[in-house]
């Protein structure tokens, strides 16, 4: 599964070689993965490049500021750059290259396959973030590393596998994490206060989210949140994105699901997450998708929050069935 793709990684480095212009692309909504790993190729190709405009792009989230700084810059004035697209399989998902004029691109991803095919491609559900490809290509390729480029990649795996606890981490995954931590000296321990130190606020929020959790007898678990609940807590929106996390094995729960409404797009955003049953052939019928067991959707009938609810209550039930055999 883990035959180091040489030839590929020879391939990205020639293009990234051959571009004066290069911009770093990652989806809207962003996670300390698509953060992490935009940044740490940007320092990356910086510090093998240092020549180069390298430009890592997208709006940015106060909350992961600690991951480094993002470029602001008017991409309308790049002439013939090279798009690099990081953590995102969909085009419509990409943040902030509506303008930009690029000739090739490299696509570099852990999601299932969809729209996006880079002109050199490197998309594989084997990893548990796109921070472990990065740091895979960088340690096989004339890529440079350095403890900063290292610490974003840790954090970009550390966070997307939720601390080694889902299913999409291997071995691998550990070995690459090893060569961070060995050869690169981070200070692993005091990037935990980053990634995790939360408010109060945040802990009163699983609160009532436990408080108010539907649970089906097929082991569902599923809640529509109140907006003025988010807000009576001073919170945003991505407090429930943040949760959803939280709520991992727990007996009652094989799969569980938080349904928000973002007024401004007046659509229903839905994480979804599970321990079991594959989720996101689901998603994927509610304009979603994503992971095997971390997915989302996007309803914008209210009638449909229901249909999906019972799709994955079925899911469950199914899942449950199969274990029982
Ligand atoms: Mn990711």
């Known amino acids: 599964m883990f035959a180091i793709n040489k030839d ?29 790993s935009q940044i740490a190729l940007r320092d990356s190709i910086k510090l093998t490049f240092p020549n180069k405009n390298v430009y890592a792009i997208g709006a940015g989230v106060s909350r992961f500021k600690y991951l480094g700084s993002l470029d602001k810059i008017d991409v309308t004035t790049l002439e013939d750059s090279l798009l690099i697209v990081l953590d995102v399989p969909n085009f ?31 998309t594989s559900n084997n ?13 096989n390729s004339k890529l440079m590393m350095d403890t900063n480029v290292a610490e974003s990649l840790f954090m970009g795996i550390v966070s997307d596998s939720e601390r080694f606890l889902f299913r999409n981490t291997t071995v691998h995954t550990f070995e690459i994490v090893i060569r961070l931590l060995k050869d690169y000296q981070i200070d692993f321990l005091s990037l935990y206060d980053k990634l995790y ?15 108010n959790m539907t649970i089906t007898e097929n082991g569902l678990g599923y809640l529509i949140i109140d907006n003025n609940e988010i807000e009576k807590l001073g919170l945003d929106s991505s407090a429930a994105s943040v949760a959803i996390n939280k709520f ?11 349904v928000t409404y973002d007024e401004r797009n007046e659509i229903y955003k839905v994480n979804i997450r599970s321990r079991g049953p594959v989720v996101n052939e689901v ?12 997915s989302g959707a996007r309803i914008s009938k209210k009638d449909d929050i229901d249909k999906l609810i019972n799709d994955l209550d079925k899911l469950c039930s199914d899942y449950l069935g199969k274990e029982n055999e």
């Open 8 to 36: 590929l990684f020879k391939q990205i480095y020639k293009l990234i070689k051959s571009y004066n212009n290069i911009v770093i692309a990652r989806h809207i909504g962003p996670d300390p993965d698509a953060i992490g």
């Open 248 to 258: 991992n094995f727990i007996r009652e729960l094989y799969c569980w699901c938080f």
């Open 283 to 294: 998603a994927a019928n509610y304009h979603g998708g994503g992971h095997a067991y971390a």
């Open 127 to 139: 990893y548990s973030s796109t921070a472990e490809m990065i740091a895979e290509l960088i340690l």
């Open 92 to 122: 419509i998902r990409v943040d902030g290259i509506e303008d930009l004029k690029y000739s090739k691109i490299i696509k570099i991803d852990h999601h299932p396959k969809e729209d996006i095919v880079g002109d050199v491609d490197f």
């Open 197 to 211: 130190e939360k408010g109060f606020n945040e802990c009163k929020f699983e609160a009532y989210i436990t408080d």
